[in-house]
């Protein structure tokens, strides 16, 4: 059974950082690209960043130079480290992977950019 689990994600004040977790499981982690999308109410979701199995990153321009994907094999996590945080930034934040399965998707998780 696939499972990606998001963690992380909360309150922080506009110029600040945080740190999105995705655990996964149920598939060769290793040998397969991880993406992180987000979504506004009412809006589509966007891709936000995708790592390749071999650590390739890829970022929205809205993000890039602010946020880095990364990945440890040993723990079947990818990572998101946003900073320069902006308001519109504010999104649910989703772990997400394509397999010959068809494309899997975590829960999510709250990112709230305020003051």
């Known amino acids: 059974q696939v499972q990606l689990v998001e963690s992380g994600g909360g309150l922080v004040q506009p110029g600040g950082s945080l740190s999105l977790s995705c655990v996964s499981s149920g598939f060769i982690f290793e040998s397969t690209g991880m993406n992180w999308y987000r979504q506004v109410p009412g809006k589509r979701r966007e891709l936000v960043a995708s790592?390749?199995?071999?650590?390739?990153?890829n970022y929205s321009d809205s993000v890039k130079g602010r946020f880095t994907a990364s990945r440890d094999n040993a723990r079947n996590t990818i990572y998101l480290q946003m900073n320069s945080l902006k308001p519109e930034d504010t999104a649910v934040y989703y772990c997400h992977t394509i397999l010959r399965r068809g494309p899997y998707w975590g829960q999510g998780t709250q990112v709230t950019v305020s003051s």
């Open positions: 790592i390749t199995s071999a650590g390739v990153t």
